[in-house]
């Protein structure tokens, strides 16, 4: 049975340590991408311009190129050095897949997907050869439930959390989006994008594990239905 590895890495052992430094609340994370060799990175919570500037100061960064720019967030391909391909050669040397990767604060956190324990415990081992410390933070079998459980990253759950916890989701509400956002030293708009997005996971989760309706789907559907009605 498949085996799913929550780990954190520090940026100062594998990438973007210096875009951290000089961009410490930016969150960064790695778009699925199937056909790109090229990484994808979203970035969130810092403006266009502080962002460029801590990748073009970064010595691991060798070229950035900025695809979408919106309200919330920025999408970015970044070609990165040999010393850090190199890197994730050896993280999916045995086999692992990386299901989402994001950093924050000097760390990154990986979720990934092995077909047995035993693959994890030789990309620790690999690791570890070339000085690079993981830290495993949870491993659990590909079951149902995990699904649900592991696609947040740290900063939707401690939204949810902070949201649940403070009577957010009460009627009426007991704490308001703009207070709960100080309380977390977030702005109004960080929080309610980690919220959705937060939203948008368990949704998508809850009816893959269901057998529901797939993203999109459900659009795609009622066009049909117009389609055949006219």
Not at 22 to 43: K, Q
Not at 60 to 66: G, K
Not at 107 to 125: G, I, N, S, V
């Amino acid at each position: 049975m498949s085996t799913i590895a929550e780990l954190r890495l520090s940026a100062t052992d594998t990438a973007l340590e210096g875009t951290f430094e000089s961009a410490p609340e930016a969150t960064v994370r790695l778009e699925s991408a199937v056909s790109n060799s090229v990484p994808c990175l979203w970035i969130e919570d810092v403006d266009r311009r502080t962002i460029a500037e801590a990748f073009a100061a970064d010595p691991e960064v060798e070229s950035t190129r900025l695809l979408v720019e919106t309200d919330e967030r920025l999408l970015y391909d970044v070609t990165f050095t040999e010393a850090v391909t190199r890197t994730c050669e050896t993280l999916l040397a045995e086999g692992g897949t990386v299901l989402d990767a994001w950093g924050s604060s000097g760390w990154w956190h990986l979720r990934m997907r092995f077909d047995a324990r035993e693959d994890l415990a030789r990309t620790h081992d690999r690791l570890s050869e070339i000085g690079i410390r993981a830290d495993v933070r949870r491993v659990s079998e590909l079951t149902d439930e995990a699904i649900a459980h592991t696609r947040l990253t740290p900063q939707q759950r401690e939204a949810l959390a902070a949201a649940f916890e403070r009577g957010y989701f009460e009627i009426p509400r007991e704490v308001s989006m703009e207070e709960l956002a100080g309380e977390l030293e977030i702005s109004h708009q960080a929080l309610s994008e980690r919220l959705r997005r937060a939203y948008e996971t368990l949704v998508d989760a809850e009816l893959e594990v269901t057998g529901g309706r797939q993203r999109g789907q459900g659009r795609d559907a009622s066009r049909s239905s117009n389609e055949h009605t006219r």
